[in-house]
């Protein structure tokens, strides 16, 4: 081989190995299957603690259920009623990708009361929250932390009942998209996506909005994933991997391993 091929395919090897180092960089932050207890099923260790949510000095209101219907996949789910489960505490700064998905049986749907899925207690900021109060007939409100309400407020409309839904909350730059059942409710656009999440099963400063049902199945990831891992999720619970290398790359890649076979 001569050394201008040499130096070629050198090149093209550590191009390669820069994509697939940009690659590897997302992934997942934290995964809860809830099937025997709160444990993350990451290698992040942000293992959910059960917290007395409403100064009873007993965390019953938080439990694993095995019950049929109760659960999605995998045999178990989380049960919430009173009581929440604390996290690391965890920012996604504003700009930077996200993907907050789970499935959800909330069963108190109507009115201003429950159904807070994930955020930051003791604040009215940071919430992802199914709410049949919103306007325009109810759905999901996702809040972050603005001097402005209109870019830390984004309303997403469908009608709340009680039955198990897949949620995925997506940032990508200044857009915030929610998909329900792996079809695209919305996206909201100009947005300060910034989030910072604490618990599962309570947010904002008022215990009334404590998560009322089951959550099931929560993946936190730091990429904006496709609507087709959207998709993989609701129907089978696997983030698959990011779409195939660009062409070059992966031409690249195969002149690689063919010279290194020695072909």
């Known amino acids: 081989m001569t050394t201008f091929t040499q130096r070629i395919m050198t090149v093209l090897a550590i191009a390669l190995t820069l994509a697939l180092a940009g690659r590897a ?23 959910g603690v059960p917290t007395d949510g409403n100064a ?5 209101g938080v439990n694993i259920t095995h019950t049929a219907g109760e659960f999605m996949f995998g045999g178990g789910a989380a049960n919430f009623s009173t009581d929440y489960l604390s996290i690391t505490s965890h920012t996604f700064n504003s700009g930077s990708p996200y993907t907050i998905a789970f ?4 069963l108190a749907p109507a009115g201003n009361s429950g159904g807070m899925v994930i955020g930051q207690p003791g604040n009215s900021t940071f919430f992802i929250w199914l709410d049949s109060s919103i306007a325009g007939g109810g759905g999901l409100r996702w809040r972050s932390n603005s001097t402005s309400a209109t870019d830390r407020n984004a309303d997403f409309n469908f009608t709340n009942d009680t039955n198990w839904h897949h949620y995925a909350v997506i940032a990508s730059g200044t857009n915030l998209s929610v998909y329900r059942d792996a079809g695209l409710v919305a ?15 309570q947010a904002y400063n008022n215990n009334a909005l404590n998560f009322n049902g089951q959550i099931d199945e929560m993946w936190i990831l730091d990429e904006a994933i496709a609507p087709s891992q959207v998709n993989s999720l609701f129907l089978t619970n696997v983030v698959p ?3 195939a290398l660009p062409a070059g790359l992966a031409l690249m890649g195969l002149l690689i391993s063919r010279r290194r076979a020695g072909m």
């Open 187 to 201: 996206t909201a656009t100009g947005k300060s996506t910034g989030f910072i999440m604490a618990a599962i099963g």
């Open 103 to 106: 499935w959800a049986r909330d």
């Open 56 to 60: 009873n000095s007993n965390t019953t």
């Open 241 to 243: 991997a990011p779409a």
């Open 25 to 47: 960089s997302a992934g997942v932050y934290a995964y809860y299957s809830f099937d025997n207890d709160y444990t993350d099923g990451s290698t992040n260790h942000h293992t």
